[in-house]
């Protein structure tokens, strides 16, 4: 029990030795302890939001449509890097929303996933994947970007956009934007393959 009385302006250092952070200041610690809380909590939502999705996908056996987008600038492309996977870097992209023109979604999913404009130049192919309970067949598009990226703070799939070199994908690229961005250096293009 302490019985010496407590200078106020002494209890944010004692709590902060107590909790193995000392000699950072307190607002410093405070921000960055924040950050991690909300990446944590982020972090779990999401892991339990793809897991819902698993058995929702098993039950409904649902048809999807979704498009990727290979924002070429250069030499590079975007590639965004999801929350979780062993394999979190790819192409930006996602689920096309009802009465939602394909080229819009693509537009639409390059904006939230890395905060840039982008113009569509053409469709580079269609792709399928067959499995797990569903269907899913996702139109690739190459665009060029109108605007630097800004990509998003706190958001809960996406951590990080950035362009990369074409011929040096960053560890961790999965293995279909490995597959697009291969396609666009040998020219190919009005493709239907498997994802």
Partial sequence: MLTEKLDPSELGVIIYRHLGID???PQTQSSERMTRARD???D???GAALWVRSILRFITR???IGVRVL???GDEVLLVRHRRGKLPWSLPGGGVKAQETLEAAACREVWEEAGCTVRIERLH???YTFGAGFSN???VFIATPLAALQPPVGDLEIVDARFVPLHALLDGTDPGTRDRVAEYLRGETGLSREW
């Fill in 44 to 46: 779990i939502t999401y």
């Fill in 71 to 73: 924002v070429v600038d």
């Fill in 137 to 139: 067949y996702t139109a």
């Fill in 62 to 64: 649902p048809i999807e």
């Fill in 125 to 127: 192919g269609i792709f």
């Fill in 40 to 42: 944590g909590a982020l």
């Fill in 23 to 25: 000699g950072m200041q």
